[in-house]
T-cell receptor, first 114, second 111 residues
Framework: NAGVTQTPKFQVLKTGQSMTLQCAQDMNHNSMYWYRQDPGMGLRLIYYSASEGTTDKGEVPNGYNVSRLNKREFSLRLESAAPSQTSVYFC???????????FGLGPGTRLLVL | QKEVEQNSGPLSVPEGAIASLNCTYSDRGSQSFFWYRQYSGKSPELIMSIYSNGDKEDGRFTAQLNKASQYVSLLIRDSQPSDSATYLCAVMEGGADGLTFGKGTHLIIQP
């Protein structure tokens, strides 16, 4: 049981390049999320997917697109990278009941845009 | 917009003392509350979660929740230098909205 996995772990891009961050979870969670963390900040929600086939914008969606490929996988795409997108990106998944909830956080992808 | 507020610190505590970290949240519908520890350059790791009013203890850590006051805290007893890190408070309303994180409190345990 690997939990939430992310690839790549580290990436350097030039301004204007595109890339896709991959995320997978093996916990059978319905909901998945992409966050970014900048220095001195908490994690901010970029996009989320409540269930397979649905996606919604979070707090900071501009410059990103997402795809919920299936229940396990949720990818984040940068079409034209900008230096402001230099950040650490975390994928997460969750399971919620009225009396309990589980939230799994991935190891992160460090992205540097030059 | 949901907000989670934490004092950014740094909070300096002598080794062996109790460190008290506080967090307030804006959404009264919040159901689940989490504390994460994050070392510099590393990913956050879950310390504790709490869902009901009152205290929840796990080893040297105690989480306290007061939903009426919209307040959650984390106490670290017998603080060790290895506890020096940034502590993130996170709140979940429920359903599929995910966690809303605070900016974190930087804790320094002085030997």
């Amino acid at each position: 049981n690997a939990g939430v996995t992310q690839t790549p772990k580290f990436q350097v891009l030039k301004t204007g390049q595109s890339m896709t961050l991959q995320c997978a979870q093996d916990m059978n969670h319905n909901s998945m999320y992409w966050y970014r963390q900048d220095p001195g900040m908490g994690l901010r929600l970029i996009y989320y997917s409540a269930s397979e086939g649905t996606t919604d914008k979070g707090e900071v969606p501009n410059g990103y697109n997402v795809s919920r490929l299936n229940k396990r996988e949720f990818s984040l795409r940068l079409e034209s990278a900008a230096p402001s997108q230099t950040s650490v990106y975390f994928c997460a998944s969750s399971f919620y009941l009225s009396s309990d909830s589980l939230f799994g956080l991935g190891p992160g992808t460090r992205l540097l845009v030059l | 917009q949901k907000e989670v507020e934490q004092n950014s610190g740094p909070l300096s505590v002598p080794e062996g003392a109790i460190a008290s970290l506080n967090c307030t949240y804006s959404d009264r519908g919040s159901q689940s509350f989490f504390w994460y520890r994050q070392y510099s350059g590393k990913s956050p790791e879950l310390i504790m979660s709490i869902y009901s009013n009152g205290d929840k203890e796990d080893g040297r850590f105690t989480a306290q929740l007061n939903k009426a006051s919209q307040y959650v805290s984390l106490l670290i007893r017998d603080s060790q230098p290895s506890d020096s890190a940034t502590y993130l408070c996170a709140v979940m309303e429920g359903g599929a909205d995910g966690l809303t994180f605070g900016k974190g409190t930087h804790l320094i345990i002085q030997p």
